[in-house]
């Protein structure tokens, strides 16, 4: 059977910029009944979020809760997750309120703030549903059966004769009912997460399960909401960064003596760092203005060279999966293919650019960043200003997407450094450009396979060598004996790192590529040469079904034409169709319509599933199409949203979004996967429809020469 | 200069090349303008002047000195949305929800030109606004639930 990608021996991928776990506990049982009131708290005993993580007992001034239950019934969950626009802050209280049966209403979530809530490496890599709905699960669990306990031994009743529902507690055979809040009042008590609770059967799901509209959404419709980059602080200041002309010029001096001489600047150089603050924006533009700075320049490969360049910096990564001898069943093969593929740099683009706002009050920090990784942040911060991180609060508003772009907290850290001199706090908000510049990219990289099959149709041999882009999807879903997979980390010119699908994109670009080449060649219809060459039973279900949704087996008109991939990562399932047309006047494709069937276990919330497929769907046309970074000597040419296309109303394809329902598998995350197959699918749609086979993304930047 | 924002007086003391945009969020904390760009090719700072939609970005403050400027957060009156408000919701269109103020406000004003616009007018008046979380079939479904509420 094809190797889960998660537990690849490429995993975890090099690029999700992860953090060795720690453990952070911030308050002592008395300050936190104090700041909670009374009730009962489940915290964590021993915990694990997928990386073994485990601590013994529960020391009395150790505490950090999953979840709180106070005298009124409200209930909190305290979570290190943050909330990018992937709705956690509602899935996750769904399936709290699901296991202890109260009310969407009564649940309060805090997510992603260092001093609050317990640890977390970070929100990114899908594991959000995976590893953290369950242990909310079981510390909801765990509340359920305590409060049973309490409710049991306060009416001298059988237990089993109580349930909880709507936030109530049940006597079956009186009716009596009672507010759960009732039962904790006056207690102060705390319990470790019970990590062998019975949970609730999907199928018996009533509020997980169901389309709950996002918890905050009025917040964003009426502009409530503050952003990081919305906040105003008493007396604070605004931050501006001098900024290297060119990637790799360094500092040689700086003079800051005309921006210190206007009224109200505060202005700092540190090292390689030179910032300014002032009482408002203009005043801090002209102060960072008025300094001068003489740079060093060194030679930077541009665009044209890159791949090249990937190629001659590259390492081989010892980590190579292989099997069988490639090289002589590739000679023999039938049929064969050997091609190369280049990907692009591409940007995140958050609507939101960075952003981050800082306070010292002493020797305490405070900041609040708009980043998927506060506790990162946290240690960042620690490091870079040599005080403990018990000293350090990082508190991360819901902020405006990040699509693993925003792992780090640079915006927070400049207004730390600036606030600090200044003694007041400051906020620094990227402009765009900053942000299309200075923020990091996906990678880009460089692909060769070699390919081989047999007469009737057989993969044979399969050589796959990554260069750069990263190791995610990286292996095969395909059944084939000789294999040889490997992996080659060079050296990137440009800041690079996380991105939604990671590399999981490029990959499953290149493979699936191959794989429609080897099926045209062979004569053979792509989907039945995929499904000849699979075993998965989870793979062949998503194909089938958008091969269904889409009427796959129809002949397309002239100038369309029809394309299919598939792909898993991280636990979940995509397949995609797509048609496009090509127009051959304006040289153009447009892709008309898409048919998805995506699986990821069972589902939390069907309708903000959908939301994340289709966002991934149409994000990922970006990047299949025309979305590329440019670059000269060290210089972003395109660092504009004039510049640098993204998707808009007019690209959306008409989508058929297939959602299969595992209720027997455990949930797994969504945001990334369903991002995967789009690409590929367009890319051999292009090759049914014109015969033209492409090997690079983005496919058609610059329209389709044919 | 004076600036009548959501029916309001406001006197703001700023340099004459100042945007609209950056009055609005820093000098009267009204926030729900977004910044996306700087450059007019987001939509995600789409203000109102005189109901119709503009990027205020691009806009320098004083040149709408004495105009109606609506921005997000005087959409709603005595605490009842409005209808694209209330579509919005209704449909559960956004995902981090950054594009939307300036998706309500541009749809506020499509609408208000063209009650009952076909798909490829709203493809054609929404050209200008960017989800990069890609909610935009979402968008489409949500508008056509804000032509349902407004005609009923
Ligand atoms: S910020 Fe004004 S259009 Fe983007
Ligand atoms: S919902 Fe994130 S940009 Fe639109």
Redesign the pocket.
Known sequence: MAKKSNESVFAPEQYELAERPSHYFTMNRRDFFGILGSGIAITFAAVNTGYGLSIEGLPENQIGAWLHIAEDGAVTIYSGKAEV?QNIRTSLAQVVAEELGVEMKKITMILGDTALTPYDRGTFGSRSTPYMGPQLRKAAASARELILDLAAAEWKVDRSLLSINDGNVTNKNTNETVNIGKIVKGKQLVQAVDDKVALKKIDDWKIAGTSVKKVNGESFVTGRHKYVSDMKLPGMLYGKILRAPAYGATLISADLSEAKKITGVVAVHDGDFVGVAAVDLSTANKALQSIKAEWKFEPQPSRKEIFDHLRKTSKADDRAEKSGDVSSAFSKAEVKIGQTFNVDYIAHVP?EPRAGVAQWEGSKLTVWAGTQRPFGVQEDLADVFQIPKQNIRVIQPDTG?GYGGKHTGEAGMEAARLAKEAGKPVKVVWTREEEFTWAYFRPAGVIDVKAGADKIGMLTSWEFHNYNSGGSGIDTPYQVKNKLIQFHPSDSPLRQGSYRGLAATANNFARESIMDDLATDLKIDPLEFRLKNLSEKRMIDVLEAAAKAFGWGTKPEKDHGFGIACGEEKGSYVAACAEIVFDRNENDVKVLRAAVAFECGGIINPNHLENQIMGSIIQGLGGALFERIDFKDGKILNPKLSAYRVPRFGDVPKLDIVMLNRKDLAPAGAGETPIIGIAPAVRNAIANATGKRLYALPLVPQGLEV | MDLIINKKKYSVNSTPEESLLNVLRNDLDLTGTKYGCGEGSCGACTVLINDVAVRSCITKAASVEGKAITTIEGLATNDKLHPVQQAFLNVDV??????ASGMVMSTVSLLKKKPEPTDEEIINGMQGNV???G?YPRIMKGIHEAIKIQKS
């Open positions: 626009g609507l997407s | 956004f995902q981090c929800s950054y594009c989800c990069r979380c909610t």
